[in-house]
């Protein structure tokens, strides 16, 4: 692993439920015992990590995106705006224009091409960020507000804020939202390598193979791990080997790192099996990254 570039590690997952926080939080925390790190949770409509992490807090920031906003006094109602917004964000209901913020993607069509200016855009807070900083490890949260449909543009922005102000971590790990839907997609796109975390199960061999198909369309390269072995079949390790995907690391069911995780304590340092899956991981991701 060198120092001139960071390895960024997105852990993704089909569905949710499948250990995603648990490898996350614990591996960036192993990580930090000897490298700088970042871990960034990026499942902003309901993030936890912070119930695992420590330390003391640092900065907040509040995120926004841009919304137009209708200035009557300036509208001769023409139409445009609502004829150029192609996800019905504006509308024009008789001699009103409405704006509805939940469906706006901030792409100024119609602040744009109004030729009248009668819808500037204006500033509509989203969410908001925060860190802690334990040492060597230095953990981002991004919130989106309740009621806000859209956590794309919050993804978007925690990465350029990553990029533009911890360039220097060594290891930058990503706990990114469970599914295929954009938010996945803007939560790994700027990722080296995707870990998918699975389960033994049907279901979640039905959503790891709805997850690979994702990231072979990213081009990402992708390891699975598998999590609560044992209380299913082994569909998920014949997948993986009739589709040449590595198998980085398996956790077998273990109702004692369940009690830890229910009592939001970290278990790195107090399973052996969870200790041998990071150590397995890290020097998988340090030959191939």
Known sequence: ?????????????????????????????????TKNTLLVDLDVEEPNDFIFINGAAG????????????????CTLCGICSSSCKYHAVIQLGKVIAV????????????????????PMKTHKIGEMKTLINR?????????DVGEEQAVPLIRQT????????????????????????????????????????????FGLNDLELAVETMKKLEKPIGVVINRHGIGNDEVETYCGQTHIPV?????????IAGYYSKGKLVYNKDEDIANALRQIMRFIEKSV
């Open 1 to 33: 692993m060198t120092n001139c570039k960071p390895s960024k590690i997105a852990i993704a997952s089909g569905k949710g439920g499948t250990g995603k926080t648990l490898l996350a939080t614990n591996l960036a925390t192993y990580c930090g015992l």
């Open 159 to 202: 990465h350029d804020i990553v990029d533009k102000n911890y360039g220097n971590f060594e290891i930058q790990i990503f706990d990114c939202p469970p599914g295929t839907s954009c938010p996945v997609i803007a939560a790994t796109r700027n990722a080296d390598f995707i870990i998918l975390v699975t389960e033994p199960t049907p």
């Open 59 to 74: 900065s907040i920031s509040y995120q926004y995106k841009m919304i137009p906003e209708w200035e009557e006094s300036k």
């Open 136 to 144: 060597n490890l230095t953990f981002i949260e991004s919130r989106l």
């Open 100 to 119: 509805f913020n939940e469906l706006c993607h901030s792409c100024y069509a119609c602040s744009e091409l109004c030729p009248t200016g009668a819808l």
């Open 248 to 256: 980085l690391a398996i956790i077998p069911f273990s109702r004692k």
